[in-house]
């Protein structure tokens, strides 16, 4: 009993074989770029995770600047040039103690060289011992600042701005504002 089989020509393979092959080469073109938005989105939300989580350090030290058990001498806040100086009673002895720095109620944030750096026991702005926060390898900040807002009958207020782009990518950068309430001062 015959059987009557039909299937492609040799033709119609090759056919179905150039239109195939164009259709791959054309989407393989758009690969590339779709990788590197990809990777361009990636280091952006890297680089936004790491700016907010430092601000987000310098806003909980500012929010306990000034908080004394007892009668502590001074200011609570030193802010300079891109660079601010805190204390608070963190072992409730009435006293704003700044050595040693393991112990220091003292803690100074700055912008120094790209970086943004901290130093416990800081007793101003400039020095030496200062710890690197941010890696310069990975990021550069551009810009650190605090603002005090005195409101009349309220606690201060404090403005911070973060700003900083990947190494050698200046086209990949973030700013940040944050806002916090000095409730010691």
């Known amino acids: ?3 009557n089989e039909q299937g492609f020509s040799l033709v119609e393979v090759l056919i179905a074989m150039a239109i195939g ?4 080469l054309s989407t393989a073109r758009f690969l590339p770029a779709l990788q590197m938005a990809a990777i361009r ?5 890297v680089l936004e995770e790491e700016v907010w989580q430092r601000l987000f ?11 004394c058990r007892g009668v502590c001498a001074g200011e609570g806040i030193t802010i300079e040039n891109h660079c601010v100086v805190l204390r608070w009673d963190g072992n409730l ?3 704003w103690e700044q050595t040693p720095s393991t112990n220091s109620d003292v803690t100074g944030f700055r ?12 007793a101003s702005c400039t020095g ?7 890696d310069p390898d990975f990021l550069v900040v551009d810009d650190f600042t605090v603002k005090r807002h005195n409101l009349a009958g309220f606690a201060p207020e404090f403005d911070m701005l973060l700003s900083a782009h990947l190494k050698g990518r200046p086209d990949v950068q ?12």
């Open 1 to 3: 009993m015959p059987v």
């Open 21 to 24: 092959s164009v259709l791959l």
């Open 41 to 45: 989105q990636t280091q952006q939300q």
């Open 57 to 67: 350090t310098v806003s909980r030290h500012l929010q306990r600047a000034g908080f």
């Open 93 to 95: 002895n009435g006293v």
């Open 111 to 122: 912008m120094n060289n790209g970086a943004l750096e901290t130093l416990r026991g800081a």
């Open 128 to 134: 030496k011992g200062w710890e690197k926060m941010t």
């Open 174 to 185: 973030v700013s940040a504002n944050y806002n916090v309430t000095g409730h010691n001062l």
